[in-house]
């Protein structure tokens, strides 16, 4: 317990799924959290459930104007920022028209998912740099994706964001260790987390049990992961216990991409 104890934690997209799951960790682990997201009943009510302490903001991840807001926020009451986790993410296929294949894209569709997930990213770690680089040791933790790795081609622009959002973090933990900066910058890649994002894929009932039976076979550790398995993965990353670890891509997808495409043999 209390692994962040007293360090300033700001995560986006903290309203629901892996945003909320670490947020709720980070606050059970000492840290004094801020949540942000463009849902402000929702955060406002997860907020209200973590701790007294913990704060919420609306955060449009894809308007710089935005993130100059909360970053001014963060100086004026705290002095910095010791950990960011860049979460808020959408896949295209609720909030666009599309469509997202390859030969047929629209092409709205695909700059509004990079304004989110791409550029919310980019913003994200420009605000933190400024807040962060004074400290004695901080993280930056961007959320990809198993997308960001391999191929999907009904989600060109989702994997094409998450891809870049794994270059991206190279580049800004390379540019803080070139600047003498303590700020470390690592991407973790989550594959079948079963969150709400899954929901306009699964269906419901009967048919959104089956759904989830029939991805899990082709997971080699037989199941969907929860989104408390990728708080705990961006609950090292933003430790102390990771202050050698920058520039890494950490995969929490039940073994996906270890290179198998079928659950090992019971036999």
Not at 195 to 209: K, S
Not at 221 to 248: H, Q, R
Request: aromatic share 6%; glycine share 10%; hydrophobic share 40%.
């Amino acid at each position: 317990m209390h692994r962040l104890k007293g360090k300033i934690v700001l995560v986006t997209g903290a309203a629901r799924g892996i945003g909320q799951a670490i947020a709720e960790l980070f606050s059970e682990e000492g840290a004094k959290v801020i949540l942000s997201d463009i849902n402000d009943e929702l955060g406002q009510k997860v907020t209200s459930a973590i701790a007294e302490e913990a704060e919420y903001h609306h955060l449009d991840v894809s308007k710089e104007k935005d993130w100059q807001i909360i970053s001014s926020h963060i100086l004026k009451k705290y002095g910095k920022l010791d950990v960011l986790i860049n979460n808020a993410g959408i896949t295209g296929f609720l909030e666009t028209t599309g469509p997202h294949d390859p030969e047929n894209l629209d092409i709205e569709s695909w700059n509004k998912v990079h304004r989110v997930n791409l550029d919310g990213v980019v913003f994200g770690c420009k605000e933190a740099i400024r807040l962060m680089k004074g400290t004695h040791s901080a993280s930056i933790v961007n959320l990809s994706s198993r997308s960001g790795i391999v191929g999907i081609p009904g989600a060109a622009a989702y994997a094409s964001s998450k891809a870049a959002i794994r270059n991206h973090t190279k580049t800004v933990a390379l540019y803080c260790a070139e600047k003498g900066y303590s700020i470390r910058c690592n991407s973790i890649h989550p594959g079948a987390i079963l969150t709400p994002m899954w929901d306009a894929m699964l269906g419901e009932g009967e048919a959104r049990e089956n759904a989830i039976k029939s991805i899990a076979k082709d997971i080699p550790l037989n199941t969907m992961g929860e989104a408390k398995d990728v708080a705990y993965a961006a609950l090292y990353l933003a430790s102390e216990e990771s202050k050698y670890v920058t520039g890494i891509e950490l995969n929490v997808d039940g073994g996906i991409l270890a290179g198998s495409s079928a659950a090992p043999s019971q036999k």
